[in-house]
C-alpha cells in the first residue's frame, strides 16, 4: 500500500509513475487505490527513467537494464533475508547504478547507514489517512494490534509469552491483524 501511496502522490505532483508488477493484470486488491499499474513486460526502461524497488528485489537488480536505481527499504531486517544474499547487494551497491535507499524509520534508516555507509540514505516518513485511523471516543480498550509476520512469527509468539509470563499483559487483549483488511486494522 505504501509503494502505491507514494506513486500516487508522484502523479500528483505531475511526475509519471506506475507500480510495476510481474505478472499482466496483476494489481493490488486488498486496498482501495486509483494507482496505475503496469506489468513489467510492457515496459521499455530509459537512461533517464528512476526504477524504485523493495528491498526484497535486490536479488534482481543486477539483471535490470536501468540507468538510475533507488531502494525503498521498508524493512531493513528483511534485507538479507531469502534470496536477499551480501552478494546480491553488494553487487547491486558496487554496480554504480544504486542512487540512494529510502527507509521508513529512524531504526531502519540507522540500520541502513551502517551497512551500507557509502550509500545515500534519506528516510521517508509514511502517513497515516486520518479518515480511517483516528482516536477512539473516550478512553481506549487496552489493546494490543500484532502482525506476526514482520519480524517473524517465532519472536512474536516469544515476546508475547514472556510478557504473558511476567504478567504484563494482564487485562490486555492481544489481537492478531495478519490478513486484516485496512478498516478491520483501524477498528
Not at 528491498?55 to 538479507?80: C, H, M, P, T
Request: charged content about 25%; proline content about 3%; aromatic content about 10%.
Amino acid at each position: 500500500r505504501t509503494i502505491y501511496q507514494h506513486v500516487d502522490i508522484l502523479n500528483s505532483m505531475g511526475i509519471e509513475a506506475f507500480v510495476l508488477h510481474h505478472r499482466r493484470g496483476f494489481f493490488c486488491k486488498w486496498f482501495e487505490h486509483q494507482t496505475k499499474v503496469l506489468a513489467a513486460s510492457e515496459v521499455t526502461l530509459i537512461s533517464t527513467d528512476i526504477l524504485v524497488i523493495p528491498e526484497l528485489y535486490v536479488s534482481y537488480a543486477k539483471e535490470l537494464r536501468v540507468g538510475r536505481l533507488i531502494i525503498f527499504n521498508q524493512g531493513a531486517y528483511q534485507s538479507f533475508k531469502g534470496r536477499q544474499s551480501v552478494s546480491g547487494w553488494r553487487s547491486c551497491v558496487e554496480g554504480g547504478k544504486l542512487e540512494a535507499i529510502l527507509a521508513v524509520s529512524l531504526d531502519n534508516e540507522d540500520y541502513i547507514r551502517y551497512t551500507f555507509p557509502t550509500v545515500r540514505t534519506e528516510r521517508v516518513r509514511n502517513s497515516i489517512d486520518s479518515r480511517v485511523f483516528y482516536p477512539s471516543e473516550g478512553l481506549p480498550d487496552r489493546r494490543i494490534a500484532v502482525m506476526p509476520r514482520r519480524r517473524g512469527k517465532e519472536l512474536c509468539t516469544h515476546v508475547l509469552g514472556l510478557l504473558t509470563l511476567r504478567g504484563a499483559l494482564n487485562g490486555w487483549e492481544v489481537i492478531n491483524i495478519d490478513n486484516c483488511s485496512q478498516e478491520e486494522t483501524a477498528e
